[in-house]
């Protein structure tokens, strides 16, 4: 996937067909195309976690979420005639995920207090963009790139700024003045305001991309256990397994197709998330979530 600017406009690379178009709208979740927008430089990624079931009390309506830490929201659901209690919460930034546990049960211990009778149907996870000074970016992409436009970086309040980015660049194509619009200026970039945000990012990324990548793993492939995902040493190379329930191994090269970084092994989620942008990708190596566009290698 690709971008180029034209005299009229842009054409669209996608793998199968091109596209010509005189205007254009990356809602792509995280921005696919790196430069000369940057956004990977300027947001990062959380992973929150979901439970949803029934009880026999009684339930609320509306929706509620708490204020401390951690966050945890409670809200309801439909499903034929009788109503979902549906909790999420727990997130932590992805690709960090040494410590984070069985999150789906420590949920589930948190409703039971309150729903003794809790009985969990579904679980899942959902991954969410936030800017460094946690305001979306809605507006133009770039300075350099007229004409093409970018909605990103919801801070998990994707509902209600997908109405608002749709309304700001439909009134920029036609137009016409927006009094949100400056508030979500795109092409900001000022988060020294956010010091403590982009000193983590950093780190994190130098780790990932640098320290991370030339250390040799003490680990062996006789330590991996069923259901464990680890990065080994394999005849001097490093390699991504994981041993699922028949004890079958399946192998990756433990590099995020993004920009390079070294991936984490997500134990909840069964998956290989990127600590510097937050790609995912399954067992196997099959890409989940961007900012990357391609799988890793399968080895
Ligand atoms: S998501 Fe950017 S390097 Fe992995």
Redesign the pocket.
Known sequence: MDVKKEEDGYRIFTDTNTIHAKYVIMASR?PIINAPGFY?LKMY?QTSYLIAGEVTEELFSGMYINSEKPTISFRTAKQGNSRLLIVGGLDHKT?TNETIGDRYKELENIVKKQYPSFKRKYQWSAEDCISVDKIPYIGEYSSVMPNMYVATGYKKWGMTFCYLAAKIITDKIMKKENEYEEVFTSTRFEPIKNKEEVKNMLKE?TY??AIKRLAIPEETLKEIKVGEGKIIEWEGKKVGVYCDERKELHMIEPI??????E?SFNSVEKTWD??????RYSYDGILIE???VKDVHKL
């Open positions: 995280y990977f990624q690709g990324v990932s991309l995020c197709a993004h920009l390079g970084c991936l990127c600590p510097c942008h937050g790609s961007s900012p990357s």
